[in-house]
Structure formats: structure tokens, C-alpha cells
């Protein structure tokens, strides 16, 4: 990779991981109930979610497609929040779509969380 390319990549985290903090340090203030447990019947519509939804473009078995892969190897170095972020708000000139009309930030940190543990997966 180029340096003027790992620049840019580096530039383009630093700005989502910025932006993570602002709004994490704002939801803070305003969380519902960030202690409530999911319900085991939203979990799993939370599930076929990332598996059918997400999976359209991350893969049906989330190792890759339009979208990057989503497997815990693939993930290693991105914090939690930093997913959580990107599935809530998108990613500006990609694909990825905003989740936070149809996904509350605990939920989205709960499919975050699933992930980097390698636990939503369709083997």
C-alpha cells in the first residue's frame, strides 16, 4: 500500500473514530436504559438481521462481498464502538447504509459485540 494511500486510510479512521467519541460521549447523556437486557426473541431478530440483511453485501457468510468481511479475524483492531458507529451511521462514499432508524445504539453494540466474538455466522 502506498503511503499516500495508508495517509488517507489513516486520516478517514482518525475522522470515524473522532465523530464515534462525540457521539458516544452525546448518547451517553442520553441512553434509555443502556443496563436493559435484549430480550432471546429480539436477539434473534437481531441474528437474521446481520445474517440476511447485512449479509446481502457482507456475504452470506459474512466473509466478504460488496462489503468488507465480518468474521472476527477480519475485525481484529477495530474497537466495539468503532462497529457500532458504522452500523448506526454508515459509511460516507460506500455502500453501507445507516442503521439508526431501524436499530437502537444497544442493539447495534450488541450485533457489534456478537461479531468481534465470531458468534453471528453462517457456517
Not at 457521539?23 to 441474528?47: C, H, Y
Not at 452470506?60 to 465480518?70: E, F, I, N, S, V
Not at 459509511?91 to 453501507?96: I, P, V
Request: proline share 5%; glycine share 8%; with cysteine.
Amino acid at each position: 500500500m502506498s503511503p499516500l494511500k495508508i495517509t488517507l486510510v489513516s486520516i478517514a479512521m482518525a475522522t470515524h473514530l473522532l465523530s464515534l467519541t462525540l457521539v458516544t460521549a452525546a448518547s451517553a447523556a442520553n441512553a434509555v436504559d443502556s443496563k436493559a437486557e435484549l430480550s432471546q426473541t429480539r436477539k434473534g431478530q437481531l441474528n437474521h438481521i446481520v445474517k440476511q440483511d447485512c449479509g446481502s453485501c457482507h456475504g452470506m457468510t459474512l466473509k466478504g462481498g460488496l462489503g468488507p468481511a465480518l468474521l472476527p479475524e477480519n475485525l481484529e483492531g477495530k474497537p466495539v464502538l468503532f462497529l457500532q458507529h458504522t452500523i448506526l451511521y454508515g459509511r460516507k462514499g460506500t455502500a453501507m447504509p445507516p442503521w439508526k432508524t431501524l436499530l437502537t445504539e444497544q442493539e447495534a453494540l450488541w450485533i457489534s459485540q456478537q461479531l468481534k466474538a465470531g458468534k453471528i455466522a453462517n457456517k
